[in-house]
């Protein structure tokens, strides 16, 4: 059992990301496709993808795929997976489902069919026909896509986006997760200067923080699967230990935000706080409009304000226009932001953007158009 099939989910346009992280963290076998990656590992690095991956919602691991275009297909293939291999005899199991474009779209009985499916299983395995149901918890998800069957059981348990760090956040707060795929999205690094001008609360630069300093996400997380015996406690804590290791603190960081709202400042400073990287960013109150760049150098990644229920029109044009002023004759400055008004180019008009990616924050659709600065010549 000890060679699985795990697929970390995420955020429809951040494969690339993903895969990369992956790739980084020793796994090689990927298959990608929207929204997910597939890889191949072993039982004992569960912890491994969990703890360490910035841009993914969660790992599940996969027990079977199969057609089923109907419901004795679905009940019987399901039966036949060895679901005595994780879940054990006390264990308490709850069934999530989605159906896309296949035959059996009522998700709620297929949740049903499965649930009868799995304890016809275990009952006959355990020989048993009650389950006390008092150990480890485990949450099975059918998702069945052009009548492909793929049954899955969560890793994660919360979603790998609640890092724990943040306790306030503003109206229009990205995800961690989407927050880390911006920073890794850009050209950043450890050494230059990185603004947010409209920080919120805080999360992309916090998330920049943690990427500097090579602390892993989900470090102090506790996963659904920490209680799997299945998976030796041995390798959470060594999976913990070389995060830990692996933490640079040397150097000093130049991370900057700013914002209009006292109370997003003092947000900001409060996650930071909790994130364990208070020292490495400065936060200051102070109006995009107020803002002096007198660096050469530098990158500015940004959500600004969009929506009506947010800004008016004109006060959002009025940004964008600030920012086309500020940058429009700082060639050395990259520029990365991300909004759902897709007339931003229109008024940031230093040149075109070098690359706009698609995106989605939550459900709204949005772009992340990146600007490309000149290189310092030191790099």
Known sequence: ???????????????????????????HDLTVSNGRVEFT?????????????????????KIGEFEAKTFEDLFEQTRSLPWEDWITKDGKFTVTGKSVKSTLGSVRACQS?????????????????????????????????????????????QG???????????????????????????????????????????????????????IA??????????????????????????????IDRSGELQLFGYDIDPEMIRASQANARTAGVENDIVFEQKDIHDLWIDQQYGMVISNPPYGIKLSTFQEINQIYITLH???????GWSIYIITGDKKFPDYFKRA?????????NASIEVNYYQYYGERPQSD
Not at 171 to 183: G, N
Not at 219 to 238: D, N, R, V
Request: a positive charge; charged letters at 25%; one cysteine or more.
């Open 113 to 157: 069919i499965v649930k009868k499916a799995v304890v016809e299983r275990l009952s006959e395995l355990y020989q048993t026909d009650w389950f006390e149901e008092t150990g480890p918890e485990f949450t099975i998800q059918v998702s069945l896509l052009k009548d492909i069957a793929t049954l899955t059981i969560d890793t994660s348990g």
């Open 1 to 27: 059992m000890s060679k699985i099939t795990l697929i970390a989910i995420h955020t429809f346009g951040l494969e690339s990301v993903v895969k990369r992280e992956l790739q980084d963290l020793g796994f």
């Open 217 to 246: 996400p989900n470090l102090y997380t506790e996963f659904a699967s920490e209680g799997w015996p299945s998976i030796p406690k041995s390798a959470w804590k060594e999976a913990r230990q070389a995060a830990r290791e692996a």
């Open 352 to 360: 075109k953007p070098d690359r706009v990616r698609k995106l989605f």
């Open 41 to 61: 590992a072993e039982t004992e690095q569960i912890p491994l993808p969990n703890i360490w991956l910035r841009s993914a919602d969660r790992v599940l691991l």
């Open 325 to 331: 002023k500020m940058f429009r004759n700082k060639s």
């Open 160 to 214: 790998l986006n609640r890092r724990g760090y943040r306790k306030q956040s503003g109206e229009a707060s990205l995800k961690e997760t989407m927050a880390a795929a911006l920073v890794l999205l850009s050209f950043y690094r450890k050494d230059r200067l990185l603004i947010d001008p409209m920080c919120g609360s805080g999360t992309i630069l916090i998330e920049a923080a943690l990427i500097a300093r090579n």
